[in-house]
């Protein structure tokens, strides 16, 4: 079987990896950057889009390949359009945007979103499906539709952008894909969350941190952390036909003892989330009828799970190999795999450190023949892991790529307090 994939860094990383990369202005030129050896090119070749460089002076989208053995190989630097920001918080450190979703691609649409969240802007781009690290941007970025941009969902038919703004002017904003002029805003989709905020947003507490469509894609649902001790929410809209938005959102709090709800991630068939919290491991939130009666928390066979020693686990994904997820937590550098059950009922599996102070945030996880890889982005280290998700409770470290020497190598500046974002395209 042969397939294309690629996988993508998003605000201020610069991809990984072995090879060269090229940077390109916006629609024009490519600059390569080299690094170290990477993944074997064979019957799954597989590009990778990782990172954004989020930086003041401009933001740049970075392209990696993906070998048939999981590892990378880096490509290009295409300019975003726009510039990156980093948000208020004291002391100063990774996760800029205090977000998951910064990027985000779809084989279906053959996109790739990212937001500019020091202009307010976002911008969409075109994959080549021939060679995935190959994108042009299509049209011009367009407004988000508030201020600073965070997170980005799009839908299963890879034809709906919808944006998370997390700044004064706070909120979400939808728009289609046009393939000849780029992004068009929906009628009735801005969306306010209400939450008292700055711009850029003051977190990393009290901020909004992700958006994702439900698996049936007939909900919106944004996430918000708490300030403690006052849990944070889930924000649910509904979709209607005309891909419009209710008018108010429903405010789901975790159930008792959670607090920081961060990343979500759609649990397969359960009509549920998982979400991370910062403040105690992760959240599930049942949204089945059993918990429909419940207005303002969770309700069914939601639950709030410690991670015993965690110290701020935000990001994750999902294995369909494994069935299991992986959450990173940026405080103690470790993966954590985690099993659901049919009763929603969550444990914890295996954990792998990825190395004190690494600052392991954005990860998402793809799928190459038989065989699932998993790209963390460690950027307080700089550089991206790559894991071979082998079986249940068998992660496998294969790969550690140098971010810092390649992007300084090519022109492109890097800082380890700006990288952010990770997502992966994959075409069969």
Same mark, same amino acid.
């Given at each position: 079987m042969k397939f294309t994939s690629a996988a993508f860094f998003a605000l201020l990383l610069s991809v990984v990896s072995a090879g060269p990369v090229s940077r390109r202005q916006a629609n024009k030129n490519s600059t390569t950057m080299a690094a170290g050896k990477g993944g074997a090119v064979g019957a799954a070749y597989s590009p990778l889009y990782k990172v954004i460089t989020n930086e003041p002076t401009g933001n740049q989208l970075i392209a990696a390949d993906i070998g048939s053995d999981g590892k990378l190989t880096l490509r290009r630097a295409i300019d975003a359009g726009g510039a990156g920001v980093h948000g208020v918080t004291s002391p100063n450190g990774p996760d800029p945007l205090f977000s998951q979703g910064a990027i985000k691609a779809s084989a279906t649409g053959n996109i790739v979103a990212t937001v500019n969240s020091g202009s307010n802007t976002l911008a969409v781009f075109k994959i080549n499906p021939n060679d995935p690290s190959d994108v042009r941007?299509?049209?011009?970025?367009?407004? @988000?539709?508030?201020?600073?941009?965070? =997170?980005?969902?799009? *839908?299963?038919?890879?034809?709906?952008?919808?944006?998370? /703004?997390? #700044?004064?002017? /706070?909120?979400?904003?939808? +728009?289609?894909?046009?393939? *000849?002029?780029?992004?068009?805003?929906?009628? *009735?989709?801005?969306?306010?969350?209400?939450?008292?905020?700055?711009?850029?947003?003051?977190?990393?507490?009290?901020?909004?941190?992700?958006?994702?469509f439900s698996e049936d894609n007939k909900q919106l649902v944004a996430s918000v952390k708490g300030v403690p001790p006052q849990p944070g929410f889930l924000a649910v809209w509904d979709?209607?036909?005309?891909? @419009?938005?209710?008018?108010? +959102?429903?405010?789901?709090?975790?159930?008792?003892?959670?607090?920081?709800?961060? @990343?979500?991630?759609?649990?397969?068939?359960?009509?549920a989330i998982l979400a991370t919290d910062a403040g105690l491991g992760f959240d599930i939130f049942d949204f089945s009828a059993k918990a429909a009666n419940a207005s303002s928390v969770a309700g069914g066979k939601s639950s709030a799970v410690a991670i015993d020693g965690q110290s701020a686990t935000c990001w994750s994904s999902f294995s369909p190999k494994t069935k299991n997820f992986?959450?990173?937590?940026? #405080?103690?550098?470790?993966?954590?795999?985690? =099993?659901?059950?049919? *009763?929603?009922?969550?444990?914890?599996?295996?954990?792998?450190?990825?190395?004190?102070? @690494?600052?392991?945030?954005?990860?998402?996880?793809?799928?190459?023949?038989?065989?699932?890889?998993?790209?963390?982005? =460690?950027?307080?280290?700089?550089?991206?892991?790559?894991?071979?998700?082998?079986?249940?409770?068998?992660?496998? /470290?294969?790969?550690?790529?140098?971010?810092? #020497?390649?992007?300084?190598a090519a022109g492109i500046k890097t800082d380890a307090n700006n990288l952010q974002g990770m997502t992966t395209f994959i075409r069969k």
């Open positions: 941007m299509i049209g011009r970025p367009v407004g @988000s539709g508030g201020e600073f941009p965070m =997170s980005v969902a799009i *839908n299963s038919a890879g034809n709906t952008v919808c944006a998370l /703004n997390g #700044g004064e002017v /706070n909120g979400v904003k939808c +728009f289609k894909v046009n393939q *000849n002029t780029g992004l068009v805003p929906i009628a *009735n989709t801005a969306r306010s969350l209400n939450i008292k905020q700055t711009t850029p947003a003051n977190g990393p507490a009290g901020t909004a941190s992700h958006i994702v979709i209607a036909a005309d891909g @419009s938005l209710s008018k108010d +959102f429903k405010s789901i709090a975790p159930a008792k003892g959670g607090l920081l709800p961060f @990343s979500m991630t759609v649990i397969p068939g359960k009509n992986y959450l990173t937590d940026i #405080g103690t550098s470790i993966v954590t795999e985690i =099993s659901i059950d049919n *009763n929603l009922k969550g444990k914890i599996v295996k954990q792998y450190p990825q190395g004190a102070k @690494s600052a392991t945030i954005d990860n998402d996880i793809v799928s190459i023949g038989n065989n699932d890889f998993m790209y963390v982005l =460690s950027a307080g280290a700089q550089r991206i892991d790559v894991l071979a998700l082998n079986a249940p409770g068998q992660a496998v /470290n294969i790969q550690k790529v140098d971010i810092a #020497g390649p992007t300084k």
